[in-house]
């Protein structure tokens, strides 16, 4: 069965980096894009992130744009969000996301202190 398992969230204060991993297996991870979403306390899911099958396209939301980077590792089976000049507003849990199928994992939290 398709599982993902996010890895890597923490506390840490604003300006700091995070990186965070999502370990695919039950599929063959190198045909799937992949995504990260996170949700902050009262607010709706919200993407952060996109990576196409091949990692060859990404896309991200306004919010993060020149500060987080996704990718993967298809020999790996992973998927990476690597983050930089954390802010507080950046405070929520982050979830991987398979688009086809619409799997989840159990999410990570991160958490920027100011």
């Known amino acids: 069965q398709v599982q993902l398992v996010e890895s890597g969230g923490g506390l840490v204060q604003a300006g700091d980096s995070l990186k965070l991993s999502c370990a695919a297996s039950?599929?063959?991870?190198?045909?799937?894009?992949m995504s990260w979403y996170r949700q902050a306390p009262g607010k709706e899911r919200e993407l952060v992130a996109a990576?196409?099958?091949?990692?060859?396209?990404?896309n991200y939301a306004d919010s993060v744009q020149g500060r987080f980077t996704i990718s993967r590792d298809n020999a790996k089976n992973t998927v990476y969000l690597q983050m930089h000049s954390l802010r507080p507003e950046d405070t929520a849990e982050y979830y991987c996301?398979?688009?086809?199928?619409?799997?989840w994992g159990q999410g990570t939290q991160v958490t920027v202190s100011s």
């Open positions: 996301h398979r688009i086809v199928g619409d799997y």
């Open positions: 039950g599929f063959t991870f190198s045909t799937y894009d």
């Open positions: 990576i196409t099958n091949t990692g060859g396209r990404t």
